[in-house]
């Protein structure tokens, strides 16, 4: 483990902080992807409200977590990511109520 540790410590700060948002963005892709699926779709959501509902719950602690501690690579695709799991979460909730 030590060696891990050492290794990682070789890279930079700033290196981590833009890796961090670069990753962030993909994962926010990825429900952005989903996003789309819900809009074109025109079947029922098939997404679990634990699903959504817990993501969300995540995103937020992380995005708090990220402005508590000035940390750009988590507060900045947190907040993003919580933007569109809310725009999931009514997506779903139109569909399901036939909308």
Known sequence: MRLIECALD???DAVWER???AMGLVA???ISSQLLHELSSPAP???S???ILGFTL???F???YG???RRLAIWLPNALAVVLQVGLAVTVALKASGR
């Open 58 to 60: 995540g995103y937020s």
């Open 28 to 30: 926010c892709a990825s």
């Open 49 to 51: 409200w634990w699903f």
């Open 10 to 12: 070789r890279v930079g």
């Open 67 to 69: 402005i508590r501690f």
């Open 45 to 47: 959501s098939t997404l």
């Open 19 to 21: 890796l961090g948002v």
């Open 62 to 64: 992380w995005f708090l």
